[in-house]
T-cell receptor
């Protein structure tokens, strides 16, 4: 069964440093997403991406965050200047040709980001 | 008001029991509804989509009540492997974001 893959599985970074989280969505999917889950809390939507542009973003996704699809397979999340409160599990997800509406999203196994 | 509300549990049930989880959502315009399960420190995994007419997948039955903005999940003949957190998930105002509940923790006891 095709799956979403994420790298690295764990990233430890000093506060104020830039970090890039990488994802390879399922190959025939067109919609891509980032979510985060702070330890012990619920999964929170960050951003969705379609046709090489952001389609929706949450209040969490401020100017410190950016997303990119640098080639035909990778989808990245960049945090420019990390804060302690950015420590969380970050999940990438993808879905087919109708977005979240009607089609479920499939999640990668996450990158645990720890900010020191 | 939270977009999606669930009873956090925990629900501790013996093997073979039937257990039901409920969820309410706040946005009457939501159109897509799902149940995901999440094992400890793992990613959410799709359990089933929820359709207006209700739907069943093996031991799992999901129901949707749009008038009450209420979703349910019924698990019959619980197995040890059903132990997990069950997440009620609803699409947001836009088409492309999902709101997750905090999850209901289920432990099936031998």
């Amino acid at each position: 069964e095709p799956e979403v893959t994420q790298t690295p599985s764990h990233q430890v970074t000093q506060m104020g440093q830039e970090v890039i989280l990488r994802c390879v969505p399922i190959s025939n999917h067109l919609y891509f997403y980032w979510y985060r889950q702070i330890l012990g809390q619920k999964v929170e939507f960050l951003v969705s991406f379609y046709n090489n542009e952001i389609s929706e973003k949450s209040e969490i996704f401020d100017d410190q965050f950016s997303v990119e699809r640098p080639d035909g397979s990778n989808f990245t999340l960049k945090i420019r200047s990390t804060k302690l409160e950015d420590s969380a599990m970050y999940f990438c997800a993808s879905s087919g040709d109708r977005g979240a509406l009607r089609q479920p999203q499939h999640f990668g196994d996450g990158t645990r980001l720890s900010i020191l | 008001r939270k977009e999606v509300e669930q009873d956090p549990g925990p629900f501790n049930v013996p093997e073979g029991a039937t257990v039901a989880f409920n969820c309410t959502y706040s946005n009457s315009a939501s159109q897509s509804f799902f149940w995901y399960r999440q094992d400890c420190r793992k990613e959410p995994k799709l359990l089933m989509s929820v359709y207006s007419s209700g739907n069943e997948d093996g031991r799992f039955t999901a129901q949707l009540n749009r008038a009450s903005q209420y979703i349910s999940l019924l698990i019959r003949d619980s197995k040890l492997s059903d132990s997990a957190t069950y997440l009620c998930v609803v699409n947001g105002n836009g088409a492309n974001n999902l709101f997750f509940g905090t999850g209901t923790r289920l432990t099936v006891i031998p």
